[in-house]
């Protein structure tokens, strides 16, 4: 982990109220793993005050990509940055995805701004099989995932208000392929809204199948010291709460206690 | 003209740290998670995340908020408590050549003293800085600090029980702290340290809800700046031992600013979320500003506020 002034390649909207963010960093580009993030200083000074948690999305090169959803005023900052101006970051943060065994099917469900840290993942297995769920609002929401997407992976589309896809939550998608791939080995990996992500940890459980979520978390420091981004552990775990940004953002669903997540 | 390298050692009473920049505790863990970042050797000293005989847990979440200028957190004092302190992280950290503070608070009065005890004689914990800002259960939960006896009782009771120096930290929710800051003078703190958070709050207008699990929690960072450096002002004039400023301080400016008005040493704290090498730009800084004004000592600028009035 080191703090480090990182340049800013690229900026641009991807999707409404969606942005894609290129920043060059050698060191960061080589040390990233997927799951990991990093806290970004989106302005010199002290308004806003502290730094904002992004999932990495993508290694390119020398650059390390962050997809980020427009929600408040260090996002809205962020849009107004441009490609040469320079940008502090902290990284890279947390604990990743464990990446799926041989035998395994991966299977990768998100909503809206969940994707972020699971096309990291899709990218990491370009060359397997990989069945990929995303949910988001509406069509305008979606973030396209072409720059994301290997020859094998097969795509499935929802859309709460029916304009594009499956008219529904996208984790209507899972019971169903779960129940009909129940005689293979599956690693699911899940990102999004809590709602959703307990959803998917419900199914995983009801199903036993392998799951690891990303959570995300209020952070004032993203490296340990503050304590504040607590999250109740299950009884199986040694502690109260889990840190989301030591333990993980990463975390197995048996190691959360989801009748106190949301 | 000759150069020289000005001198930053601080002399707080019993204390000497080599500069007078320390961190504050609950924002530096217990020092060794920013050994990759910085070089923890040059610092004044460390002051860990409060310890309290069991290990506490801490609040549900969410238990931090961003607020303009500043933060809310209402971690509940989460801490690995002071077993496992000794055993598992004190080693590692006498390592590190700078000063070690251990930062202490109870429920309940005798806890202070048993606290007190379990360090007594500890190598590589140079000081005790008392929390007095926590709820006390004995009293429905007000913090020790508010009231000057009690703060007085709680500072006799931990220097009855050690042989360190004992820094006691000062709450600023209280209508005079310069009462409760001459109470624990009297009862044999050899330092004080002000200000710990001030009270606050925040509301999601969405869902009517406080941002807060616990509602309430402790405001920091550059907001309480004028609040902390008016009660150093004002305790700095009011007792003879030294005083540590901290509250909001973010950079060298800031730092000075406290020396100026009467503290002798200063604590960064939320400062190290957003810049981890907060604290030592900071030792820096005064070194810098020392050669630029003609400063061979740091101590010299202590106190040194001149009067508006004397320029008429």
Redesign the interface.
Same mark, same amino acid.
């Given at each position: @982990?080191? &703090?480090r002034y990182t340049e800013i390649v690229f900026n641009r909207p991807v999707a409404h109220d969606t942005w894609i963010m290129g920043l060059r960093s050698p060191e960061l580009a080589a040390e990233t793993r997927p799951g990991q993030f990093v806290m970004i200083?989106v302005r010199s000074g @002290? &308004?806003? %005050? %502290? *730094?904002r948690p992004f999932s990495v999305s993508g290694i390119e090169e020398d650059r390390c990509v962050i997809l980020y959803r427009v929600v408040g005023k260090g996002t809205e900052i962020m849009t107004t940055l441009q490609a040469g101006e320079s940008l502090e970051v %902290?990284g890279p943060l947390g604990k990743g995805f464990a990446m799926p065994g041989e035998h395994e099917l991966p299977v990768l469900v998100a909503g809206g701004i969940g994707v972020a840290p699971l096309f990291f993942v899709a990218r990491s297995l370009e060359k397997r099989p990989l069945e990929f769920m995303m949910g988001f609002r509406t069509a305008r929401e979606i973030i396209r995932p072409d720059s994301f997407k290997g020859p094998h992976h097969t795509l499935s589309l929802a859309t709460d208000d029916g304009t594009e896809g499956h008219p529904g939550f996208v984790t209507d998608l899972l019971p169903p392929f779960l129940e009909k791939h129940r005689h293979l080995s599956l690693s699911l990996f899940a990102c999004g809204p809590q709602p959703m992500i307990k959803k998917v940890a419900e199914a995983a459980m009801r199903y036993e199948t392998p799951c690891q979520v990303s959570l995300e978390? !209020? @952070? !004032?420091?993203g490296?340990?010291?503050?304590?504040?981004? !607590?999250?109740?552990a299950s009884s199986e775990a040694s *502690?109260?709460?889990h840190y989301v940004c030591q333990n993980g953002p990463v975390f197995n669903v048996t190691s959360i206690d989801w009748s *106190?997540f949301c | 003209m000759s150069a020289w390298i000005p001198d930053l050692t601080t002399r707080l009473g019993p204390l000497e740290l080599k500069n007078p920049v320390m961190t504050a505790s609950g924002t530096f863990g217990y020092g060794l998670e920013y050994e990759s970042l910085m070089d923890l050797n040059r610092l004044g000293g460390i002051v860990v995340k409060g310890l309290s005989l069991k290990p506490m847990a801490g609040n549900p979440p969410p238990r931090i908020v961003e607020t303009a200028c500043g933060m809310l957190n209402a971690i509940g004092l989460a801490n690995i408590g002071i077993e496992a302190f000794l055993s598992d992280k004190l080693p590692e950290l006498r390592q590190i050549n700078t000063k070690v503070v251990a930062n202490i608070y109870g429920h309940h009065i005798d806890e202070y003293g048993e606290l007190a005890a379990a360090l007594k004689g500890v190598e590589g914990v140079h000081a005790l800085e008392v929390n007095v800002s926590c709820p006390n259960v004995d009293c429905g939960g007000m913090a020790f600090g508010i009231d000057p006896a009690i703060a007085a009782s709680v500072t006799e009771r931990v220097v009855r029980n050690t042989d360190k120096p004992v820094i006691v930290k000062l709450s600023p929710n209280v209508t005079d702290i310069k009462l409760v800051a001459k109470a624990v003078e009297g009862a044999g703190a050899d330092i004080i340290s002000l200000i710990n958070t001030l009270t606050g709050m925040a509301v999601d207008v969405e869902t009517r809800t406080p941002k807060l699990a616990n509602v309430v929690g402790g405001l920091s960072g550059p907001a309480i700046k004028p609040v902390a450096l008016h009660m150093v002002y004002q305790v700095a004039r009011t007792v003879k031992i030294p005083v540590i400023g901290m509250g909001g301080i973010m950079d060298v400016r800031d730092a000075l600013e406290f020396l100026i008005v009467g503290a002798r040493a200063v604590e960064i704290g939320t400062a190290n979320f957003v810049k981890p090498g907060a604290s030592l730009e900071v030792v820096e800084g005064m070194a810098r500003y020392c050669a630029d004004h003609g400063i061979k000592h740091i101590g010299e600028i202590v106190g040194s506020l001149r009067s508006v009035i004397g320029k008429q």
């Open positions: @982990m080191i &703090d200083k @002290m &308004d806003p %005050l %502290l *730094r %902290l978390s !209020a @952070m !004032a420091c490296f340990g010291v503050c304590q504040g981004c !607590a999250v109740k *502690r109260a709460y *106190r | -």
